[in-house]
């Protein structure tokens, strides 16, 4: 059973980083595809970043120039770096993993908790 624990949610003023992380576990790392989500409240969720297993990069609108995403193999683990944040970017961030979709879809099957990052102007 794969499992995504999400963490490096916090409080930061704008202008200021944050660096997401998401650990997988119960499978094989390497062969699913990633991505994070954001979800404000009172609003959809939103597709931020997502990276293949070939490690092929796609961003969402909100994110282009501010934040990459990455993946370490060797520790199951894929990162948002986030900077230049600002207000806007409050919400909870959820990372997601699917054998098959990609990209901007909710059609992945498994997701993290969530973590809140909250920027203050």
């Known amino acids: 059973q794969v499992q995504l624990v999400d963490s490096g949610g916090g409080l930061v003023q704008a202008g200021g980083s944050l660096r997401l992380s998401c650990k997988y576990s119960?499978?094989?790392?390497?062969?699913?595809?990633m991505a994070w989500f954001r979800q404000a409240p009172g609003k959809e969720r939103e597709f931020v970043a997502g990276?293949?297993?070939?490690?092929?990069?796609i961003y969402g609108d909100s994110a282009k120039g501010r934040f990459t995403i990455s993946r370490d193999n060797a520790k199951n683990t894929v990162y948002l770096q986030m900077n230049s944040l600002n207000p806007e970017d409050t919400a909870v961030y959820y990372c997601?993993?699917?054998?098959?979709?990609?990209?901007?879809?909710?059609?992945?099957?498994?997701w993290g908790q969530g973590t809140q990052v909250t920027v203050s102007s």
């Open positions: 990276i293949t297993w070939g490690r092929s990069t």
């Open positions: 997601a993993a699917d054998y098959r979709a990609q990209g901007a879809t909710m059609a992945y099957d498994y």
């Open positions: 119960g499978g094989i790392f390497s062969r699913y595809n």
